[in-house]
Protein backbone atom coordinates (compact mmCIF):
# COMPACT_ATOMS: atom_id res chain seq x y z
CA UNK A 1 0.00 0.00 0.00
CA UNK A 2 1.43 3.66 -0.64
CA UNK A 3 2.47 5.62 1.95
CA UNK A 4 0.30 9.03 2.41
CA UNK A 5 1.28 12.48 3.84
CA UNK A 6 -1.39 15.05 5.10
CA UNK A 7 -0.98 18.70 5.91
CA UNK A 8 0.28 17.47 9.17
CA UNK A 9 3.32 15.65 7.85
CA UNK A 10 4.33 18.97 5.69
CA UNK A 11 6.29 22.08 6.71
CA UNK A 12 5.29 24.91 4.86
CA UNK A 13 8.08 26.69 6.32
CA UNK A 14 10.41 24.84 4.17
CA UNK A 15 9.50 27.19 1.87
CA UNK A 16 9.82 30.12 3.61
CA UNK A 17 12.47 32.59 2.00
CA UNK A 18 12.54 30.77 -1.49
CA UNK A 19 11.62 31.91 -4.47
CA UNK A 20 9.21 29.35 -6.81
CA UNK A 21 9.42 29.95 -10.38
CA UNK A 22 6.02 28.48 -12.53
CA UNK A 23 7.27 27.71 -15.50
CA UNK A 24 3.99 28.00 -17.91
CA UNK A 25 0.58 29.72 -16.63
CA UNK A 26 -1.67 27.06 -17.94
CA UNK A 27 -4.00 24.49 -16.73
CA UNK A 28 -1.97 23.61 -14.47
CA UNK A 29 0.29 26.29 -14.18
CA UNK A 30 -2.17 29.51 -12.91
CA UNK A 31 -3.36 27.30 -10.16
CA UNK A 32 -0.17 26.29 -9.07
CA UNK A 33 1.07 29.74 -9.15
CA UNK A 34 -2.08 31.10 -7.63
CA UNK A 35 -2.35 28.64 -4.65
CA UNK A 36 1.18 28.94 -3.60
CA UNK A 37 0.84 32.88 -3.70
CA UNK A 38 -2.25 32.74 -1.61
CA UNK A 39 -0.53 30.70 1.15
CA UNK A 40 2.33 33.35 1.54
CA UNK A 41 4.76 31.82 -1.27
CA UNK A 42 7.01 34.16 -3.65
CA UNK A 43 5.79 32.84 -6.95
CA UNK A 44 7.17 34.19 -10.33
CA UNK A 45 5.95 33.04 -13.51
CA UNK A 46 7.99 32.02 -16.55
CA UNK A 47 6.10 32.70 -20.34
CA UNK A 48 6.75 34.02 -23.81
CA UNK A 49 6.17 37.70 -23.66
CA UNK A 50 3.23 38.62 -26.05
CA UNK A 51 1.58 34.93 -25.39
CA UNK A 52 -1.81 34.55 -23.71
CA UNK A 53 -0.17 33.13 -20.92
CA UNK A 54 2.10 36.13 -20.01
CA UNK A 55 -1.01 38.08 -20.61
CA UNK A 56 -3.08 36.39 -17.81
CA UNK A 57 0.23 36.17 -15.49
CA UNK A 58 0.31 39.70 -15.89
CA UNK A 59 -3.42 40.52 -15.72
CA UNK A 60 -3.09 37.82 -12.28
CA UNK A 61 -0.43 40.64 -10.52
CA UNK A 62 2.83 38.49 -11.07
CA UNK A 63 5.81 39.24 -12.38
CA UNK A 64 6.62 37.35 -15.53
CA UNK A 65 10.06 36.51 -16.61
CA UNK A 66 11.93 34.83 -19.17
CA UNK A 67 12.23 31.08 -18.35
CA UNK A 68 15.89 32.06 -18.30
CA UNK A 69 15.67 35.19 -16.30
CA UNK A 70 13.15 32.93 -13.85
CA UNK A 71 15.49 29.83 -13.27
CA UNK A 72 17.83 31.87 -12.42
CA UNK A 73 16.57 34.14 -10.38
CA UNK A 74 14.38 30.95 -8.52
CA UNK A 75 15.35 28.00 -5.62
CA UNK A 76 12.64 25.80 -6.94
CA UNK A 77 11.83 25.73 -10.73
CA UNK A 78 8.57 24.31 -11.52
CA UNK A 79 8.16 22.98 -15.25
CA UNK A 80 4.48 23.14 -16.25
CA UNK A 81 4.52 23.38 -20.18
CA UNK A 82 3.48 20.45 -22.35
CA UNK A 83 5.74 17.26 -22.37
CA UNK A 84 6.87 18.05 -25.85
CA UNK A 85 8.04 21.63 -24.85
CA UNK A 86 10.27 20.67 -21.93
CA UNK A 87 12.70 19.61 -23.04
CA UNK A 88 13.88 22.51 -25.69
CA UNK A 89 12.79 24.85 -22.91
CA UNK A 90 15.02 23.36 -20.51
CA UNK A 91 18.48 23.22 -22.38
CA UNK A 92 17.72 26.86 -24.13
CA UNK A 93 16.46 28.37 -21.24
CA UNK A 94 16.75 26.83 -17.85
CA UNK A 95 19.55 24.72 -17.79
CA UNK A 96 22.11 27.39 -17.20
CA UNK A 97 20.21 28.31 -14.13
CA UNK A 98 20.39 25.25 -12.44
CA UNK A 99 22.70 25.67 -10.05
CA UNK A 100 24.12 23.28 -7.00
CA UNK A 101 21.47 23.47 -4.15
CA UNK A 102 18.23 24.32 -6.11
CA UNK A 103 15.28 22.22 -7.29
CA UNK A 104 13.69 21.00 -10.26
CA UNK A 105 10.09 19.95 -10.09
CA UNK A 106 7.90 18.18 -12.68
CA UNK A 107 4.06 17.45 -12.20
CA UNK A 108 4.56 14.35 -14.54
CA UNK A 109 7.52 12.11 -14.75
CA UNK A 110 8.21 11.81 -19.04
CA UNK A 111 10.56 13.47 -19.43
CA UNK A 112 12.70 12.81 -16.75
CA UNK A 113 11.82 9.20 -17.10
CA UNK A 114 12.63 8.54 -20.22
CA UNK A 115 15.86 10.78 -20.47
CA UNK A 116 14.99 13.78 -22.19
CA UNK A 117 15.47 16.10 -19.55
CA UNK A 118 19.01 15.19 -17.68
CA UNK A 119 19.40 17.21 -14.89
CA UNK A 120 23.00 17.82 -12.52
CA UNK A 121 23.46 15.66 -10.02
CA UNK A 122 24.34 18.70 -7.58
CA UNK A 123 20.52 19.53 -7.06
CA UNK A 124 16.91 17.60 -6.08
CA UNK A 125 14.45 16.24 -8.63
CA UNK A 126 11.07 15.98 -7.82
CA UNK A 127 7.40 15.54 -8.46
CA UNK A 128 3.86 16.88 -7.34
CA UNK A 129 1.22 15.41 -9.86
CA UNK A 130 -2.44 16.73 -8.65
CA UNK A 131 -4.96 14.22 -9.56
CA UNK A 132 -6.98 17.09 -10.91
CA UNK A 133 -7.05 19.84 -14.14
CA UNK A 134 -5.67 22.68 -13.03
CA UNK A 135 -9.21 24.99 -13.07
CA UNK A 136 -10.04 22.45 -9.79
CA UNK A 137 -7.07 22.61 -8.62
CA UNK A 138 -7.91 26.15 -8.14
CA UNK A 139 -11.43 25.67 -7.33
CA UNK A 140 -10.98 23.29 -4.41
CA UNK A 141 -8.62 25.83 -2.67
CA UNK A 142 -10.42 28.59 -2.94
CA UNK A 143 -12.98 26.13 -0.97
CA UNK A 144 -10.69 25.45 1.35
CA UNK A 145 -10.02 21.80 0.10
CA UNK A 146 -7.70 20.28 -2.38
CA UNK A 147 -7.30 17.29 -4.64
CA UNK A 148 -5.05 14.14 -3.71
CA UNK A 149 -1.59 14.49 -5.42
CA UNK A 150 1.29 11.94 -6.05
CA UNK A 151 5.22 12.80 -4.60
CA UNK A 152 8.30 11.32 -6.00
CA UNK A 153 11.91 12.09 -5.83
CA UNK A 154 14.35 11.50 -8.49
CA UNK A 155 17.15 12.80 -7.10
CA UNK A 156 18.31 13.94 -3.25
CA UNK A 157 21.05 16.31 -3.47
CA UNK A 158 20.13 18.42 -0.31
CA UNK A 159 19.10 15.62 1.83
CA UNK A 160 15.62 17.43 1.92
CA UNK A 161 14.06 17.26 -1.21
CA UNK A 162 11.34 15.09 -0.06
CA UNK A 163 10.21 17.38 2.86
CA UNK A 164 10.50 20.34 0.49
CA UNK A 165 8.16 18.55 -1.97
CA UNK A 166 5.99 18.19 0.90
CA UNK A 167 5.49 21.44 1.87
CA UNK A 168 5.21 22.32 -2.19
CA UNK A 169 2.07 20.33 -1.77
CA UNK A 170 0.96 21.91 1.13
CA UNK A 171 1.21 24.70 -0.60
CA UNK A 172 -1.06 23.87 -3.51
CA UNK A 173 -3.85 22.34 -1.40
CA UNK A 174 -3.04 19.09 -1.93
CA UNK A 175 -1.74 18.00 1.21
CA UNK A 176 -5.39 18.91 2.60
CA UNK A 177 -6.73 15.56 1.26
CA UNK A 178 -3.39 13.16 1.04
CA UNK A 179 -0.47 13.14 -0.90
CA UNK A 180 0.90 9.17 -2.25
CA UNK A 181 4.41 8.68 -2.55
CA UNK A 182 5.54 6.80 -6.02
CA UNK A 183 8.06 7.22 -8.30
CA UNK A 184 8.67 8.86 -11.37
CA UNK A 185 8.88 5.21 -13.23
CA UNK A 186 5.37 4.26 -11.49
CA UNK A 187 3.84 7.34 -12.45
CA UNK A 188 4.67 7.98 -15.62
CA UNK A 189 3.86 4.69 -17.00
CA UNK A 190 1.04 3.99 -15.17
CA UNK A 191 -0.25 7.52 -16.10
CA UNK A 192 0.75 6.74 -20.06
CA UNK A 193 -0.96 3.45 -19.82
CA UNK A 194 -4.03 4.96 -18.19
CA UNK A 195 -4.66 7.15 -20.66
CA UNK A 196 -4.19 4.87 -23.64
CA UNK A 197 -5.87 1.73 -22.37
CA UNK A 198 -8.38 3.59 -20.51
CA UNK A 199 -9.21 7.17 -19.94
CA UNK A 200 -8.59 8.85 -23.77
CA UNK A 201 -7.46 5.60 -26.19
CA UNK A 202 -10.34 2.74 -24.87
CA UNK A 203 -13.11 5.21 -23.93
CA UNK A 204 -13.12 6.75 -26.64
CA UNK A 205 -12.65 3.28 -29.14
CA UNK A 206 -15.17 1.80 -27.39
CA UNK A 207 -17.95 4.79 -27.69
CA UNK A 208 -17.29 4.88 -31.87
CA UNK A 209 -17.38 1.05 -32.14
CA UNK A 210 -20.64 0.84 -30.30
CA UNK A 211 -21.91 4.01 -32.03
CA UNK A 212 -20.68 2.76 -35.55
CA UNK A 213 -22.40 -0.83 -34.82
CA UNK A 214 -25.45 0.63 -34.03
CA UNK A 215 -25.51 3.06 -37.13
CA UNK A 216 -24.56 -0.01 -39.25
CA UNK A 217 -27.19 -2.58 -38.14
CA UNK A 218 -30.10 0.66 -39.26
CA UNK A 219 -30.53 2.65 -35.71
CA UNK A 220 -30.99 6.29 -35.96
CA UNK A 221 -27.33 8.15 -35.56
CA UNK A 222 -29.39 10.21 -32.69
CA UNK A 223 -29.91 7.31 -30.90
CA UNK A 224 -26.94 5.64 -31.06
CA UNK A 225 -25.12 9.23 -29.66
CA UNK A 226 -27.56 9.25 -26.48
CA UNK A 227 -26.76 5.42 -25.90
CA UNK A 228 -23.09 5.34 -26.30
CA UNK A 229 -21.61 8.68 -25.76
CA UNK A 230 -24.20 10.88 -24.05
CA UNK A 231 -25.50 8.44 -21.19
CA UNK A 232 -21.55 7.83 -20.29
CA UNK A 233 -21.06 10.96 -18.18
CA UNK A 234 -24.27 9.56 -15.96
CA UNK A 235 -22.46 6.22 -15.29
CA UNK A 236 -19.09 7.97 -15.01
CA UNK A 237 -20.17 10.53 -12.37
CA UNK A 238 -21.53 7.51 -10.29
CA UNK A 239 -18.39 5.43 -10.32
CA UNK A 240 -16.69 8.36 -9.46
CA UNK A 241 -18.68 9.32 -6.34
CA UNK A 242 -18.83 5.69 -5.30
CA UNK A 243 -16.75 3.35 -7.53
CA UNK A 244 -18.74 0.25 -9.42
CA UNK A 245 -20.65 -0.52 -6.57
CA UNK A 246 -22.33 2.79 -6.29
CA UNK A 247 -22.97 2.38 -10.07
CA UNK A 248 -24.26 -1.04 -10.05
CA UNK A 249 -27.03 0.08 -7.31
CA UNK A 250 -28.06 2.62 -9.57
CA UNK A 251 -29.21 1.19 -12.76
CA UNK A 252 -31.56 -1.60 -13.56
CA UNK A 253 -31.43 -5.27 -12.66
CA UNK A 254 -31.45 -5.75 -16.15
CA UNK A 255 -28.54 -3.32 -16.50
CA UNK A 256 -26.61 -5.41 -13.93
CA UNK A 257 -27.14 -8.24 -15.50
CA UNK A 258 -25.67 -7.26 -18.94
CA UNK A 259 -23.02 -5.57 -17.17
CA UNK A 260 -21.89 -8.81 -15.05
CA UNK A 261 -22.75 -11.22 -18.53
CA UNK A 262 -21.51 -9.07 -21.60
CA UNK A 263 -18.94 -6.82 -21.00
CA UNK A 264 -16.35 -9.54 -20.06
CA UNK A 265 -17.24 -10.17 -23.54
CA UNK A 266 -16.65 -6.70 -25.17
CA UNK A 267 -13.04 -6.68 -22.63
CA UNK A 268 -11.65 -10.12 -23.21
CA UNK A 269 -8.79 -11.97 -23.06
CA UNK A 270 -7.58 -10.42 -26.59
CA UNK A 271 -8.22 -6.79 -24.80
CA UNK A 272 -6.33 -7.91 -21.72
CA UNK A 273 -3.22 -8.76 -23.97
CA UNK A 274 -3.37 -6.35 -26.44
CA UNK A 275 -3.30 -3.84 -23.19
CA UNK A 276 0.01 -5.89 -21.88
CA UNK A 277 1.62 -5.19 -25.48
CA UNK A 278 0.52 -1.49 -24.87
CA UNK A 279 2.05 -1.60 -20.99
CA UNK A 280 5.17 -3.43 -22.50
CA UNK A 281 5.77 -0.49 -24.94
CA UNK A 282 5.18 2.47 -22.11
CA UNK A 283 7.90 0.42 -20.38
CA UNK A 284 10.65 -0.15 -22.52
CA UNK A 285 10.25 3.21 -24.22
CA UNK A 286 8.67 2.20 -27.53
CA UNK A 287 5.82 4.80 -27.03
CA UNK A 288 7.89 7.40 -26.05
CA UNK A 289 10.37 7.33 -29.02
CA UNK A 290 7.25 7.01 -31.25
CA UNK A 291 5.54 10.00 -29.71
CA UNK A 292 9.42 12.76 -29.31
CA UNK A 293 10.28 11.30 -33.01
CA UNK A 294 6.12 12.40 -33.98
CA UNK A 295 6.94 15.73 -32.79
CA UNK A 296 10.49 16.11 -34.54
CA UNK A 297 8.82 15.32 -37.54
CA UNK A 298 5.98 18.04 -37.51
CA UNK A 299 2.89 15.76 -36.26
CA UNK A 300 1.72 13.92 -39.43
CA UNK A 301 0.05 11.04 -38.17
CA UNK A 302 -1.02 13.28 -35.09
CA UNK A 303 -2.77 15.66 -37.22
CA UNK A 304 -4.28 13.19 -40.10
CA UNK A 305 -5.68 11.31 -36.84
CA UNK A 306 -7.36 14.10 -34.68
CA UNK A 307 -9.15 15.44 -38.30
CA UNK A 308 -10.30 12.39 -39.31
CA UNK A 309 -11.71 11.88 -35.56
CA UNK A 310 -13.59 15.53 -35.70
CA UNK A 311 -14.94 15.11 -38.78
CA UNK A 312 -16.36 11.71 -37.71
CA UNK A 313 -20.28 11.08 -38.04
CA UNK A 314 -20.56 10.94 -33.88
CA UNK A 315 -19.19 14.41 -34.00
CA UNK A 316 -21.97 15.71 -36.60
CA UNK A 317 -24.62 14.70 -34.64
CA UNK A 318 -23.41 14.90 -31.07
CA UNK A 319 -23.31 19.20 -32.41
CA UNK A 320 -26.47 19.03 -33.19
CA UNK A 321 -27.92 17.38 -30.24
CA UNK A 322 -25.86 19.25 -28.16
CA UNK A 323 -27.67 22.23 -29.28
CA UNK A 324 -30.70 21.08 -27.85
CA UNK A 325 -29.47 20.98 -24.27
CA UNK A 326 -29.09 24.44 -22.87
CA UNK A 327 -27.43 23.59 -19.70
CA UNK A 328 -24.15 22.69 -21.51
CA UNK A 329 -23.70 26.01 -22.97
CA UNK A 330 -23.47 27.65 -19.22
CA UNK A 331 -19.96 28.29 -17.73
Given at each position: ?A?I?????C???L?K????A???????G?A?A??L???G??V???E?????????A???G??V?????A???A????M????NL???????S?????????M????????????????????D???????C?G?????????????????????????????T??????GI????A?V??T??A?????D??G??????????????????????????????????L??L???????????L??????V????????????????????R?E???????I???RF?K??????????P???????A?E??????V???L??M???????
Amino acid sequence: MATIYYEKDCDLSLLKGKVIAVVGYGSQGHAHAQNLRDGGCNVVVAEVEGTPGWKAAKDAGFQVLSAAEAAKKADIIVMLVPDNLQRSIYYESIEKGMTAGKMLMFAHGFNIHYGQIIPPKNIDVTMIAPKCPGPMLRRLYTENAGPPALIAVEQDASGKAKETALAYSRGIGCARAGVLETTFAEETETDLFGEQTVLCGGVSSLIKAGFETLVMAGYQPEIAYFECLHELKLIVDLIYQGGLTLMRKSVSDTAKYGDFTRGPRVINDMVREEMEDILAEIQDGRFAKEWILENQCGRPVFNALKKADEEHLIEEVGKELRDMMSWLKQK
